[in-house]
């Protein structure tokens, strides 16, 4: 009896220890982060700097039990309707023959999909891209079809060309170089996947793609499987940066389908970077041209990110708070 109660004791406070190391000299923040990283629910995380704003608008959907689906159209509707992102919606960055056009996709817990492309003239077009979804027979309507759509859905024409855009591309017209640079906000997305209280997750993306861009160019954002895939047994993926490297391996389809093997959401990400690396070398292309980003969400609500050159950042919304996180990189 004597040995029994001197090993309930040892055991108590080798437990009181575990659970002081685990709290006493580390900040509130760095604890939250770790825990959120082991997985929380509702929780959404989302492209670059403008996610923290769009976030905050997807978490008061999240934080009353709403349905993810709600969230992440509310929450990319943000930097869509914000003159000064200018790789997003209205004010975005033209093509080469100065019109804005948006591409956007949306996917649900039940693997209904939505898309546009090469959409002119709508300041939200993944909404036009929900209505796409749940109000006609197909799945993705492109250039003056899908404007058509829009206008016969309600959707108001706009003029999306700020003059601040229209002043850049006149600049660029003088010399009309196009070559893209990795982490310059002319060709970024903004990408959110969520998971609600219920368990259930949803994704969105949407972008005005690269600036100066041929008419007619679609990159990856509005394709499922490539800027974005869910599925609501495993996890969701969204990608950033040139479009055309994520759609060469189908990134967020690959990246989920790697959470399906039980790799991490981390683990996943990384292994679709190295599959980018690959190939951009087996092409004779250099890497610091590039840049590809991805996030990842699995059911258990662990989430991570990996790109291939450092400046790509995210942003995360759980309970304990809204907060940006650089992303971990390959090129070193």
Known sequence: MSNRRNFLKTAAMATMAVGLNSFVGKPEEENNIV???????????????????????????????GRALDAVEAGVKIPEGDPTERSVGFGGRPDREGRV??????????????SVACLEHIKHPISVARGVMEKSPHVMLVGEGALQFALAQGFK???????????????????????PIA??????????????????????CTTSGMAYKMHGRVGDSPIIGAGLFVDNEIGAATA?????????????????????QGKSPQK??????????????NRGKELKDIQVGFIALNKKGEYG????????????HDDTGNRLIDTEYFLK
């Not at 982490?183 to 969105?204: F, K, Q, R, V």
């Not at 950033?240 to 399906?260: D, Y």
């Open 157 to 179: 024409k706009e003029n999306l060309l700020t003059e601040e855009s229209e002043k850049e591309w006149k600049e660029w017209l003088k010399t009309s170089q196009y070559k």
């Open 268 to 281: 996943a990400c990384e292994e679709a970077v190295s599959r980018i690396v690959k190939l951009t070398r």
């Open 35 to 65: 825990a959120s990283k082991k997985g929380r629910k509702p929780i959404v995380l989302s492209t670059w700097r403008f996610g923290i704003e769009a976030n905050a608008a997807a978490w008061e959907i999240l934080k009353i039990k």
């Open 305 to 316: 990110s990996y790109c291939i050159q450092g400046g790509f950042n995210y942003a995360v």
């Open 240 to 260: 950033t940066g040139h479009g055309e490297e994520v759609i060469r391996i189908v990134g967020c389809h690959l990246v989920v389908e790697l959470m399906r």
């Open 101 to 114: 056009t948006l591409d956007a996709c949306i996917m649900d817990e039940y693997s209904n999909i939505g």
């Open 183 to 204: 982490n310059i906000e002319n060709h970024d997305t903004i990408g959110m996947i969520a998971l609600d209280a219920d368990g259930n997750l949803s994704g969105a």
